[in-house]
């Protein structure tokens, strides 16, 4: 009686283990059987185990295998989606991270040997079972009202997207307004990017159309900017993004029509023109750049790594070289600024699983109690999906101005953090151009920050509107070309200012 029971209790256990060995078994069988050859089968090749010499003739008696095995493969398949689909991850979800990243990792198989096998019976039928997986794993992903139903929704939003495209993705709403304007002003005439800039938003409550009509007017040159919004792409019954704050972000980058996408926040503020980000090494390597928050809080928030460890089975090579895993700092990322090439199906299936993270029932129950909005959703999905991605190679630095502690140490104190790019020189910080954009008696406060610093110990201020500074590291000073990048964005900045709020 107790073993049947401890059978019982085991039950899911051994389906998943069952599940996921008969997917990489299907998956190797598949990606290395002989009836998926790009040529057609009749040239004469020696089997070299048995010695057989196979021709032309032979052809034949493959072909009626290879039916019998498309049967045998095809009732697989369809097991394992109904499996799936029958056996729905069901709340509590902080339990179901891990299981839902490893149910993605087929959606991802099936989804990499449907582009690539040539059998139109063969890609129907992973066609077929990857659309039913991806909805019973991502009921977000059903378009609302049925637009396009005769196509399912991962096919139909992979033909969304432009093919070589890239773009920088900026969700805004009214209250976001005022720094976005600041960004795209920069952007566009500061560092003369010319990449195309898409706003996105949840709907006109979120960002007023006489808003957006007003930001489409500081665009004075480049393609002109368009909008998104969101609620036409995904339905938002289970997302709520209107008054979801910052859950909007990853959505904003899997609906975009762009294929890389650089997402930046509303108050991020670019030394270089952003195109120096899809050159990226890392970037490149793995299509899904990341950059990492300020080394803080060595040994505490326990339940959070004690959670992160208990979903990570299989910790990536990546995660590796974290110091937050390794070493237990608290905080990993900073998403104010993300890039990700939607065309790598890794990514985007990572990009699913981040988005998850981010709707409604998940954010409330876990998401955004345990950890700090969506910044540690971007690694920890990628991550559990098994996704490649790569962190910048340095924990957040700072910008700012030079102080002298008591001990006589110069430190560089502000209240933003600041990243570099793949060769350490100044790249982006958040906090947009403003002082101190945590006060507001200061909100017309600018000032062009002097020094930085970078890998050395942070003095954090107490709350969002104390001084932070960095000490112990090199005081490095603002080139004249980054101190004229900064002087332009401001005086840019105040222009806006006072066309968004004439006085
Ligand atoms: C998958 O196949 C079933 C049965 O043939 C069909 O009813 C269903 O509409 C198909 N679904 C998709 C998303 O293609
Ligand atoms: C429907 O799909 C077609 C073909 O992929 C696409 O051109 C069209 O924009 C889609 N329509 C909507 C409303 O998504
Ligand atoms: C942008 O263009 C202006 C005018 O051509 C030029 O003065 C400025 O140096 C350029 N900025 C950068 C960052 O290249
Ligand atoms: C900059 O980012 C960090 C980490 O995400 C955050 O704690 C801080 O409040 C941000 N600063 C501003 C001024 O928004
Ligand atoms: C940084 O600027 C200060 C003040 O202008 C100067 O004294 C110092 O030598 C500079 N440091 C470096 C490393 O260039």
């Not at 890239?166 to 500061?190: E, N, Q, W, Y």
């Not at 910052?246 to 980058?253: G, H, T």
């Not at 406060?445 to 932070?468: C, F, L, R, T």
Request: glycine share 6%.
């Amino acid at each position: 009686m107790n073993s049947l029971l401890a059978l019982r209790g085991f039950r899911p256990t051994w389906l998943s283990i069952a599940a996921v060995t008969a997917v990489a078994v299907l998956s190797f069988y598949l990606l290395y059987s002989p009836r998926l050859p790009t040529t057609p089968s009749t040239v004469v090749v020696t089997d070299p185990v048995n010695q057989i010499l196979t021709d032309p003739t032979y052809v034949d008696v493959a072909t009626k295998t290879t039916v019998e095995l498309v049967n045998t493969d095809a009732s697989l398949i369809n097991d394992l989606a109904q499996y799936f689909i029958d056996y729905p991850l069901q709340p509590p979800y902080k339990e179901h991270f891990g299981e839902l990243g490893q149910r993605s990792r087929v959606l991802r198989d099936w989804l990499t040997l449907a582009d690539q096998v040539q059998d139109p019976t063969t890609k129907t039928l992973l066609s077929n079972a990857t659309e039913r997986l991806a909805v019973s794993l991502y009921p977000f992903l059903e378009k609302p009202n049925n637009q396009n139903a005769s196509q399912g929704p991962v096919a139909s939003l992979r033909a969304s997207f432009e093919p070589g495209s890239a773009g920088i993705v900026i969700p805004t709403s009214d209250h976001t307004l005022r720094f976005a304007s600041h960004l795209i002003g920069a952007l566009r005439s500061v560092l003369n990017s010319t990449l195309p800039i898409q706003i996105v938003y949840a709907g006109d409550a979120d960002l007023t159309p006489k808003n957006r009509a007003q930001l489409s007017q500081t665009v004075k040159t480049g393609p002109p900017l368009d909008f998104l919004d969101i609620r036409t792409v995904f339905d938002d019954t289970t997302l709520q993004l209107q008054s979801g704050g910052w859950a909007i972000k990853p959505f904003a980058a899997l609906g975009s029509r762009f294929e890389k996408v650089i997402l930046a926040d509303a108050d991020a503020v670019f030394l270089q023109p952003p195109e120096v980000l899809l050159d990226h090494d890392a970037f490149l390597r793995t299509g899904a750049l990341l950059f990492h928050d300020r080394l803080l809080w060595k040994g505490a928030f326990r339940e959070r790594h004690e959670w992160w460890e208990s979903q990570i089975r299989q910790p990536s090579a990546a995660l590796a070289s974290s110091l937050v895993w390794t070493e237990k700092y608290a905080e990993e990322g900073d998403s104010g600024l993300v890039v990700v090439d939607k065309a790598r199906v890794d990514v985007l299936v990572g990009l699913f699983h981040i988005c998850w993270q981010n709707s409604y029932a998940v954010r409330e129950e876990i998401t955004y109690k345990i950890t700090y909005g969506d910044k540690e959703t971007w690694w920890f999905g990628m991550e559990l999906a098994g996704a490649r991605y790569e962190f910048s190679g340095h924990y957040g630095g700072i910008v700012g101005w030079p102080e002298v502690d008591e001990k006589g140490e110069r430190k560089v104190c502000s209240f933003v953090i600041a990243h570099v790019d793949a060769r350490d020189r100044l790249l982006w910080y958040n906090g947009s151009l403003l002082k101190n954009k945590g006060r507001s008696d200061m909100e017309d406060e600018y000032e062009v920050p002097v020094n930085w610093m970078i890998d050395a110990e942070w003095h954090k201020g107490a709350a969002k509107q104390d001084m932070s500074c960095m000490v112990g590291g090199e005081l490095r000073n603002f080139t004249l070309s980054e101190r004229g990048v900064m002087e332009r964005s401001i005086e840019l900045a105040k222009s806006l200012d006072a066309f968004l709020h004439p006085a």
